[in-house]
């Protein structure tokens, strides 16, 4: 083993650790690994950052922005309306479900199909009084299989089509993988709407958000006193001063004189006998009392009653967090979103249950729900600008009816040329993204806002790091390992250990990465093999999309885990058959429809 391939196999086995730690984006690790190769000299120095304009690059990010655009054309809110006549079945809810999810994720960004499904799963669930987890998990893997059918479904396969020019062909066009990923799809979800949706934990049974997060043990009302020294004051002044003893309190509302104000501005003058709607913990809220002069409001059961109105009436509503919005390990004072997108984070919620410790020490984290109060004007505006996304209210789905009929016509165009090979599909969908802009489908501001610039960044480096892999001979070498295990045994043997490999490594890391690692070396397998590179291309496509067993190896699985109530644990036991089937459906079809030729 030579030296530049011992750096690499240090590097990769470093970037790789990290990706599974999770301390640090994905992005940033795989950014630190290009550099470190590059200053190495493994990569020359013109080619560093050439990942940037690769055409796979080039189509994800022309891929988001049409999604985006679907979206605001009410494409897809028109499709999911069927989704409401589904009946009270959970299997045939499941099935619709999963099945919309999958078609959907064809021909848009998965996460992004996931996304605007989701508040419609919940929302069906809440209503039958049944458990969101039932439905969330089919969803999510609904969303994968979906991503399988053709080239846009997924990064994974705009990455596999430009190696395939690699190898010394054409790259895989539009609808080139829908022979197989039909086939996979179709078994996929026939499988999850009869049995797969069975073996998913029923944890979460509640039917609101007040519910979920049992905020009425955090919910008080206190009332001002007639000595207290903040009359005649500034909110702002007594929050300050509660902010400096440390205290973690939330002003909700305000009553005064039978008038009542959700979320009173911090600049409202305080009168003795205002009551405050507050939430805090109970050593907050002694702190609260003593320094606001204030006290509680009691008057026996009626009291009871009244707080409970009060919750009900706090216009609250839960939001998800995604991998781009920047809240992510970011805390609520540090955002400042009273202030600044006049809503509060009243509760949040992580992996199924509410966190119990002060809102401000919580740094949010991709999944995170949070249980937000403000108007609807507000919440609206700050879930598109913090990209989060609104859960069982349809009412806060952000988006504006468009010409319809001029955004799928456009759509459709830019995949015609692409399918039939008349344009590259990166010119195509680039060309549909600017037609978008300028018939005012999306803003430019949307389509910069729909880009998911950490997985622009990551396959950006993630591709000089593959070929710096195949430079050196890491990728002959590793193909060579695989040739001496499998070589003498049938081709079907050889496709199921690098489905296998690609399968696992895609559940711990981010799949286009595991594209990216992986195809270099069923390249090399299939030469050592002496056989075309195209049925090993597209296993490790299929494979790299196949992240059942985690919930860490797929976005779509990452958002489910909170509003379901999943552990870690959960996802292998419907994941796992679901692997088995994919593997055992895609081989033949692969063979079928990609036969070995001599290489």
Known sequence: MSVEQIIVFVVLGLTLALFIWGRWRYDVVALMALLVVALAGLVPSHDVFSGFGHPAVITVAAVLVLSRGLV??????????????????????VTALTGLVAL?????????????????????????????????????????????????????????ANYREQAGADPFRMFDFLPVGLGVAVVGVAFISLIGWRLAPRRVKDTSAEDFFDIHDYVTEVQIQDDSEYTARPLRELMLDVEEE???????????????????????????????????????LVTFMEIAGAELVTGGESDEDGLKSAVESLNLREVIVTEESPLVGRTVRTIDLRRRYGMNVVAVARRGGQIRKPLREIRFQLGDILLVQGSEDAVRRGCSQLQCLPLADRGLQLRRP???????????????????????????????????????????????????????????AMIPLGAALETTGGAQLIAGGLFEVAGAAPLTVSLMILMIATMLLSNVVNNAAAAILVAPIAIDLANAIGVSADPFLMAVAVAASAAFLTPIGHQSCTLVMAPGGYKFGDYWRMGLPVSILVIATAIPLILWAWPPMPG
């Open 402 to 460: 468009q010409s319809m009929p001029l955004t799928l016509g456009i759509f459709g165009g830019a995949l015609a040329l692409a399918a039939l090979g008349l344009v590259p599909a990166e010119v195509a969908l680039s060309g549909a993204a600017v037609l978008m802009l300028l018939t005012g489908v999306i803003s430019p501001t949307e389509a910069y806002d729909s880009i998911d610039f950490s997985i622009i960044v990551l396959l950006a």
């Open 246 to 284: 440390e205290a973690d309190v939330l002003i909700l509302g305000m009553s005064r004189d039978r008038d009542s104000e959700l979320m009173p501005p911090m600049l409202t003058i305080l009168e003795a006998g205002d009551t405050l709607l507050v939430e805090a913990d109970p050593e907050s």
């Open 104 to 160: 959907l994720s064809g021909f848009m960004n998965n996460i992004g199909a996931l996304a605007l499904l989701m508040p419609v799963a919940i929302t069906i669930a809440r209503r039958q009084g049944s458990s969101p987890s039932v439905l969330l998990m089919p969803l999510a893997f609904g969303s994968l299989l979906g991503g399988m059918l053709t080239l846009i479904g997924t990064p994974p396969n705009i990455i596999i």
């Open 72 to 93: 605001n054309a009410g494409v897809v809110d028109a499709i999911a309306r069927i989704l409401w006549r589904v009946g009270d079945n959970t299997a045939v809810q």
